[in-house]
């Protein structure tokens, strides 16, 4: 009871907090309002956590505290003296996208051959809807160049982590929507960089190998390796299977320093460099890490699973934060309509990936997984991938409005779902 009325209190401070800086932005005084809207969203994200029907937003809450005093106050979140914070980008989604490789193993592949009707529509559906409506918004809204190019990049990345959650939440199938994410992810590196030229070339110059290089070592180089410390850590497949895998995986990253070598037009020196770089970072340190891991922590999965999704969940607050920090100049200029034009790109996508899905004759439970597939993007990708462009202030603002939303009308969504079980 003492909890209850602890969140209640903390409620009412968080009510009077917005007011309070309602006043200040009403009489001309924005500046002042900054630490009371702050304090208002701490409070809230606090106060939240005591009300069964919104404890699900208190994190989305917490990136809205993030992306608040990073509006009010961008010179803490973009640099450290000499060190520049949007350096921390590409680590922490590798660092992310390695916690969802280590809790994946290959037999999450095997949606594809149970269900194939499923993964071709919500993966065609994934690469055909997101990006014309992305084109089709940079097009009528007149954008600036480098802020319409990313909005059409937000458009061509692969689905959001966050959409399995939102299957689960909404009793989708979390099976067919872990199978169309992997999948929409192992195929990025050659369809985002193809749909960016199309599409979003017109906008700002895309190179195809620097793109394709940059997605192949910020999301399947890590992927990779969370597969190779799985493999390790959980030590249940037999030698023959192990080789055949470590096999695979070896190729993946030869594959990968020979596009290195073709992006960077380096000489088989470079190339050799790279290699034994890649090596290094995504294939003898998983194995070791999970060595070490599994005699330290007896393989702990769930603590495992655990501390990798703490190391997510702040790691995507960190980027969203540089990025409005770094952009905020642009954000002030073109932040409302781009915040519409991406509540419509995204709302779009739950409807058309429903929809298309309802035409295909695909049950209920199937419809619901296409819709959060279709309309959750990997803004992390993306941010990522305007930082290697050099252009995060610009290109990177699309991703970061769009992340935290998709969150919140994922959230709202999967809850209103919930209430209605499928009738299958």
């Known amino acids: ?59 989305t809450i917490w990136i809205f505290t993030a992306v608040t005093a990073a ?62 409506v992305a084109f089709a918004i940079s097009r009528i809204f007149n954008f600036p160049p480098e802020i319409a190019a990313g909005i059409i990049l937000i458009g061509c990345v692969p689905s959001g982590l966050a ?21 929409s992810t192992l195929i990025s590196p050659f369809v985002t960089p193809f ?20 997605i192949l070592n910020m999301i399947i180089l890590p992927i990779v390796a969370g597969f190779i410390f799985n493999l390790f850590n959980e030590n249940k497949e037999k030698l023959c299977s192990k080789a055949i895998q470590l096999t695979v995986f070896f190729i993946i990253i030869l594959l990968t320093d020979l596009v290195f070598m073709k992006a960077k037009q380096a000489d088989i020196q470079g190339f050799l460099m790279a290699l034994l770089k890649s090596m290094s970072w995504f294939y003898f340190l998983p194995m070791i890490g999970a060595i070490a891991f599994r005699h330290f922590l007896k393989g702990d999965k769930k603590l495992m699973g655990q501390i990798l999704s703490l190391i997510s969940m702040v790691g995507i607050a960190v980027i969203i934060t540089i990025i409005t920090a770094t952009g905020r100049d642009s954000l002030l200029k073109v932040g409302a309509l781009l915040l519409v034009t991406s509540l419509l790109h995204n709302l779009a996508g739950y409807s058309l990936g429903y929809g298309v899905s309802w035409l295909f004759g695909m049950p209920e439970k199937d419809r619901r997984t296409v819709a959060f597939e279709v309309g959750m993007q990997n803004g992390g990708l993306a941010s990522g991938l305007a ?34 079980p499928p009738k299958e």
């Open 1 to 59: 009871m003492k909890k209850i009325n602890a969140y209640k209190i903390t409620s009412g401070f968080a009510v009077l907090f917005l007011i309070i800086s309602f006043f200040f932005i009403f009489t001309g005084n924005l500046a002042n309002s900054g630490p009371f809207l702050i304090s208002f969203f701490l409070l809230l994200a606090f106060a939240v956590r005591g009300f069964a029907a919104f404890k699900g937003f208190a994190y």
């Open 71 to 132: 509006m009010f106050y961008p010179q803490y979140f973009t640099s450290a003296g000499s060190f520049q914070f949007k350096t921390l980008i590409v680590p922490l989604l590798q660092i992310i996208m390695f916690g969802m490789g280590s809790q994946m193993s290959l037999s999450d592949f095997t949606g594809v051959i149970k269900m194939p009707k499923g993964v071709i529509i919500g993966v065609g559906s994934h690469y055909i809807i997101m990006p014309l």
């Open 163 to 183: 959409s399995n959650v939102m299957s689960y939440i909404a009793h989708a199938n979390l099976v067919l929507a872990v199978t169309i994410g992997a999948i």
């Open 195 to 214: 749909l960016m030229k199309m599409l979003g070339g017109q906008y700002i110059e895309v190179n195809f190998w620097s793109m394709m290089l940059d």
């Open 387 to 420: 930082l290697q462009m050099g252009k995060i202030a610009t290109v990177g603002l699309a991703p970061a409005i769009f992340g935290p939303l998709m969150n919140v009308t994922g959230s709202a969504l999967a809850s209103w779902w919930r209430s209605k």
